[in-house]
């Protein structure tokens, strides 16, 4: 095998997540008296993080910045009723990630979601599926492109880099890679297109999940 470990973005590369996030932003905006937006807006939204999602809904909408932690209040707890309403894993990947566990590769997870909520997500959509690491936001570390928390991933992996494969689907994912000298795989069955994916320099770009195990097995 030409790699021994996969990390893996969560939204928009395991699981098609847009659906119950816009509607979830949009359900906490309408309640301030606010407009929402589509989903596709929400798929270039998305990326860095809630935080970030939300400061762009504000700053488009010409919305009070002291309204943050409010609408994000709102975000949390419609998120929590909503995150398993349209929510699942992509084709073929479930598929993917128990071919990769059965040639002992190790698989893990790099989120910017909130850590307790990547957890709970990837509890009800993989429960027969260990994975070997799951990160998500967590406090000590800054979110995606910064590269501490994978860096922490990696070396509690006690793997060389060159040994290792980060797969995601966002511009975010590819900056995170090169900043931990990664090689990068972009997936355009997510939320963005591949001009993005190109432009950052992915060194791999890939239409299904099963091309992975290709590239893993160095053909």
Not at 15 to 38: F, R, W
Not at 43 to 66: H, L, M, N, W
Not at 169 to 181: G, L, R
Request: aromatic share 10%.
């Amino acid at each position: 095998m030409k790699y021994k470990a996969v990390i893996f973005d969560l939204d928009g590369t395991l699981l098609n997540t847009i659906q119950d996030i816009g509607e979830s932003v949009n359900a906490s905006l309408k309640k301030h008296k606010y407009e929402g937006y589509t989903i596709d807006d929400y798929k270039i939204f998305v990326g860095r993080g809630i935080d970030e999602t939300i400061s762009i809904c504000i700053e488009k909408g010409g919305i009070d910045p002291a309204e943050f932690d409010s609408i994000k209040k709102g975000y949390m707890e419609e998120y929590k009723v909503r995150h398993n309403k349209n929510t699942k894993p992509y084709e073929g990947i479930v598929d993917l990630l128990n071919n990769l566990k059965e040639k002992g590769i190790k698989v893990n997870v790099l989120s910017n979601k909130p850590h307790h909520q990547t957890l709970k997500v990837i509890k009800h959509y993989f429960k027969d599926f260990e994975f070997d690491f799951v990160y998500g936001k967590k406090p000590e570390f800054r979110i995606k492109p910064y590269p501490e928390s994978l860096n922490d991933m990696i070396k509690k992996l006690d793997l060389y880099k060159k040994d290792i494969l980060y797969v995601g689907d966002t511009n975010t994912d590819i900056q995170t890679a090169n900043n931990a000298n990664l090689t990068s795989v972009g997936v355009l069955w997510g939320f963005r297109k591949r001009p993005e994916l190109e432009q950052e320099g992915a060194t791999y770009i890939i239409n299904k999940p099963e091309e992975i195990l290709k590239i893993v097995e160095g053909d």
